[in-house]
C-alpha cells in the first residue's frame, strides 16, 4: 500500500516550525553582543536568506497578471455591471465596518491595559538607544495618500507603471474598467480575448501550484532568517505590547469573523476555518496579503464553495484594500508611543487616529511593512516622535505575519458574506476539504 503523502499545508507548518526552532537555536549558539557570528551570518546572507527572497519573488511575480486575470474575468462573469456596482459597494460598506470594530477593539485593550506605560528610566534608555537611527531606514518611504489625494492617487495615468512599481490600487482601478468594458462589449473579437484572459489566469494559476508546492522549503527559509537575527530577547523587551496587539488579533479573528461568517454569511465558523487552514498559514510566513492571494482564490473556490465571480473579485480588491489587521496594528502601535513617550492624546486626538488608521487599511500596500509608513505619518500627526518607531521594528516582522494573517482571513469572511448576499447557497457544514 502506497504511503499516503502529508497535505501541503501540514508541510508548510512543519517547515515553519522547523525554521524557527532552528534560527532560535542558532541564535543561543552563534549570536553575540556585536551581532552574529560569521559564519551564521554568512549562512544567513548566503543560504537562508536568499533562499526565502527568491520564494517571496517567485509569488511576487505572479500577482501583477493574476489581480488583472482575476479581476477582469471576475468582473465579466457578473455579467450585469448593476450587479458589479451592488456587490462593490457591499465590499466597502462591510471593509470599513469591520476595519472600525478591529481598530476599536485594539485601542480599548491599549486604554485598558496601558502597554506603554511605567517603564522604568533605565529601560527606557536602553530601548530608545539606536532608535532615531532605525527609523532613518524609512525616510525614503512614503505614506499612502489621505483624502481627496487618496481618490486621485486610485486613478493611474499610466497602468503598466502602476503595475512596474507595484501601484496595487491603480491595476486594480484599471482592471475594474477593462472588466466593465469587456462585459459590455459584446463582439467576436471580445469574446477571444475573454479567452485569451482566461488563458492567462489558467497558466498564472498552474504557475502558482508550482510555487506553492515549494512553500515548505521557502518558509522555513524565512523563519530561520528572521529568529536567527533576532532571537527572542527583543520579544521579551516589548513583550506587553506584543502582547496586545496579538490578544487584539485573536479577537478580531476569533469572536468578530466568526460572529460574521455565521450572522451574515450562514457558514459554520468551524467549517471556515478548516477551509481557509492553508491561506492562514501562506498568510503568516510570507507577511504578505498580496502573496497570499493566489492561495485564497484556491481555498475559496475549492474548500469553501464560493462562486468564482464573487471570489475573485472581493478577494483582489480585498488584498488591498481590506486590511483588518493592518488597521488595528496601526492603532495599537501609536497608542503604545504616545504612552511610552508620556505623550497623552485626548478623546478627540483618538478618533482622529481610528479615522486614519480605517483609511490606511485601505490604502495600505499589501507587501510586508506596508502599514510602517502609514504609522510614521499618524505618529507625526499626533506630535509623537517618529523616531519611537524604530522600537517597533525589531518585532514588527513578527507582527507582521499575525497581522496579515487576520488580513487574508478577513477578506475570505468577506467573500462568503458577500456571496451569500449574492443568493449563493453556501455549505454549512463540514464536508471533506482538498489539500492546497
Known amino acids: 500500500m502506497a504511503r499516503r503523502r502529508l497535505p501541503l499545508h501540514t508541510r508548510i507548518l512543519i517547515g515553519g516550525l522547523f525554521g524557527a526552532v532552528a534560527g532560535i537555536v542558532a541564535h543561543l549558539l552563534f549570536a553575540t553582543e556585536t551581532g552574529l557570528a560569521p559564519g551564521l551570518e554568512r549562512f544567513v546572507s548566503l543560504v537562508s536568506g536568499p533562499i526565502g527572497q527568491i520564494f517571496l519573488r517567485l509569488l511576487f511575480m505572479l500577482v501583477i497578471p493574476l489581480i488583472f486575470s482575476a479581476l477582469v474575468l471576475g468582473v465579466v462573469e457578473m455579467g450585469d455591471p448593476r450587479r458589479l456596482g451592488r456587490v462593490g459597494l457591499k465590499t466597502l460598506l462591510y471593509t470599513i465596518l469591520v476595519s472600525a470594530i478591529a481598530v476599536l477593539i485594539g485601542v480599548t485593550l491599549v486604554n485598558v491595559l496601558q502597554p506603554g506605560a511605567g517603564i522604568s528610566p533605565e529601560l527606557k534608555a536602553r530601548l530608545t538607544a539606536g532608535a532615531a537611527e532605525r527609523a532613518a531606514t524609512l525616510a525614503s518611504a512614503t505614506a499612502p495618500k489621505t483624502g481627496v489625494d487618496l481618490l486621485i492617487q486610485i486613478v493611474p495615468n499610466n497602468p503598466v507603471k502602476s503595475a512596474a512599481e507595484g ?24 469574446a477571444r480575448l475573454q479567452e485569451t484572459i482566461q488563458g492567462i489566469y489558467d497558466v498564472t494559476m498552474w504557475l502558482i501550484g508550482w510555487v506553492i508546492s515549494l512553500a515548505p522549503i521557502g518558509v522555513a527559509a524565512l523563519l530561520f532568517t528572521l529568529t536567527a537575527q533576532l532571537g527572542y530577547e527583543i520579544l521579551q523587551q516589548l513583550a506587553l505590547y506584543v ?13 468578530v469573523y466568526s460572529l460574521a461568517v455565521r450572522l451574515l454569511g450562514g457558514m459554520s465558523p468551524l467549517f471556515f476555518f478548516r477551509g481557509i487552514e492553508a491561506a492562514m498559514i501562506t498568510a503568516f510566513s510570507t507577511a504578505s496579503s498580496n502573496a497570499t492571494l493566489p492561495t485564497a482564490l484556491k481555498v475559496a473556490e475549492e ?24 488597521a ?24 482622529t487616529v481610528v479615522l486614519i488608521c480605517i483609511l490606511g487599511g485601505i490604502g495600505t500596500a499589501g507587501v510586508p511593512a506596508g502599514s510602517i509608513p502609514v504609522v510614521a505619518l499618524i505618529l507625526g500627526l499626533v506630535g509623537v516622535p517618529v523616531e519611537g518607531i524604530g522600537l517597533i521594528l525589531g518585532v514588527d516582522r513578527f507582527l507582521d505575519m499575525c497581522r496579515t494573517t487576520l488580513n487574508v482571513t478577513g477578506d475570505l469572511a468577506a467573500a462568503v458574506v458577500v456571496s451569500r448576499g449574492e443568493g449563493t447557497a453556501l455549505p454549512d457544514s463540514p464536508s471533506p476539504i482538498t489539500a492546497v
Open 167 to 190: 501601484d496595487m490600487l491603480g491595476v486594480m482601478f484599471f482592471s475594474l474598467l477593462f472588466g466593465i468594458a469587456l462585459a459590455i462589449t459584446r463582439t467576436e473579437a471580445t
Open 243 to 255: 502582547a496586545v496587539v496579538v490578544l487584539a488579533l485573536a479577537i478580531h479573528q476569533f469572536v
Open 303 to 326: 474548500n469553501l464553495k464560493l462562486p468564482p465571480s464573487v471570489s475573485r473579485f472581493v478577494l483582489t480588491i480585498g488584498s488591498t484594500m481590506n486590511q483588518n489587521g493592518t
Open 328 to 351: 488595528l496594528f496601526e492603532g495599537v502601535t501609536v497608542l503604545f508611543l504616545a504612552q511610552f513617550y508620556g505623550v497623552s492624546l485626548s478623546i478627540g486626538e483618538q478618533i
